[in-house]
């Protein structure tokens, strides 16, 4: 059998594979039909001890699931387009005699053996229950302290979700302005005092700096109108910048978690309810908001910006995440806003004219629903 690049997600995985030989340089794979370097499944020896080790984890039981709607839905190792038959395919290949001794992995439901412990999802769990029975409860029951949160797990989990930042990186704040004004550089950062109006990740009155990788989203996130002015601002990295990055938790590869002495359940016992924080917080603003919607995200970011190290330094700078209003955009968050002691610096600043929108658009519901 072969394979190719393309048929892995798994960045682990990806990188391995560069270490051998093709034995086509250019040719359409036979799993994910795309063209490229292709590879025997049978000669990917450390690929195959990573599996069998994954693998290991796994045992029989009737609360679980077929392996390849396990390893589809949980860990996203393989191409999008793969179905859970061709996952399995491919492991049984890759794994021959691995799955010749364990051939009841393919005939039954599995399940990580770890989360039959009742005692260890109790001591593992993020939250104890639902994001939303916590939402509700932060909102409407306790402010400031939660019955539900294990803060120590949490901190943990925070550590597979980080994206770092060097010095002389990019990003960007944009602000709207009027026909005959431009924002010097010192004007483009966050508003000082008790300016700040909420936000999903700062209350009223706590500053923090919004910025976004690119010129486009940040002046999106603004919601410009047509016909607008706007300043873009470029704020440079001085310093190094560790952030928590929520996106990245479909990302986590099992391998990697394994090659560090983590137990892959850790992640599968809280994947669902770091997702939904990560939805929590991408979901667009509107002026029409109701304030008390924010809570539970910025109390989410007021214990990030609350961990620290064995100095009693703080660990993270901020908090990154996807834009809402684009594909390929993020938006960053830092917590400290201050000019003289921020980590970022405007450097540049761009005023740009709105010439025109492109709105899209998603029917909802039509005149003939109320007829």
């Avoid at 798994?10 to 039909?33: F, G, H, R, T």
Wanted: proline share 2%; with cysteine.
């Amino acid at each position: 059998m072969k394979i190719c690049g393309n048929c892995f997600n798994d960045k682990e995985l990806k990188a391995m594979l560069n270490q051998y030989e093709s034995v086509d340089a250019k040719a359409i794979c036979p799993n994910c039909k795309n063209e490229s370097k292709l590879y025997d499944i049978h000669l990917l020896d450390s690929i195959r001890d990573m599996m069998e080790g994954f693998l290991d984890n796994y045992v029989i039981h009737e609360s679980g699931k077929p392996l390849g709607r396990e390893i589809k839905k949980q860990w996203k190792i393989f191409n999008d387009s793969f179905n859970e038959d061709t996952i399995a395919v491919i492991i049984q290949n890759l794994c021959l005699e691995y799955c010749k001794e364990r051939k009841d992995l393919f005939t039954s439901n599995v399940i990580l053996e770890k989360l039959l412990n009742s005692d260890y999802r109790d001591s593992h769990l993020a939250l104890s229950t639902s994001w939303d029975q916590f939402t509700k409860e932060i909102i409407e029951v306790n402010r400031y302290h939660s019955r539900y949160i294990q803060k120590d797990v949490l901190k943990s989990l925070f550590s597979y979700v980080e994206t770092h930042y060097s010095k002389n990186d990019r990003f960007f704040r944009a602000r709207t302005v009027s026909k005959d004004y431009i924002y010097r550089k010192n004007e483009m950062g966050a508003p000082g005092g008790r300016k700040s109006s909420e936000g999903r990740i700062n209350a009223r009155g706590v500053n923090c700096l919004y910025l976004a990788t690119d010129e486009e989203t940040c002046i999106k996130e603004i919601r410009a109108g047509a016909f607008e002015y706007v300043c873009v601002g470029t704020f440079t990295v001085i310093d190094s910048l560790r952030l928590v990055n929520l996106a990245k938790i479909t990302e986590i590869s099992p391998f990697y978690l394994i090659s560090n002495n983590t137990n892959i359940a850790d992640i599968a016992l809280n994947k669902s309810v770091l997702e939904d924080m990560d939805k929590s917080i991408r979901k667009p603003q509107s002026s029409k908001d109701d304030p008390l919607d924010y809570v539970p995200t910025q109390f989410l970011a007021d214990y990030i910006k609350s961990i620290v190290d064995e100095n009693g330094n703080p660990i993270y700078d901020g908090i990154e995440f996807k834009s809402t209003h684009s594909d390929t955009g993020r938006n960053v968050v830092l917590f400290d806003a201050d000019s003289q002691s921020c980590k970022c610096e405007c450097t540049n600043v761009n005023k740009y004219y709105i010439r025109a929108l492109d709105y899209k658009k998603s029917i909802i519901t039509n005149e003939s629903t109320f007829n």
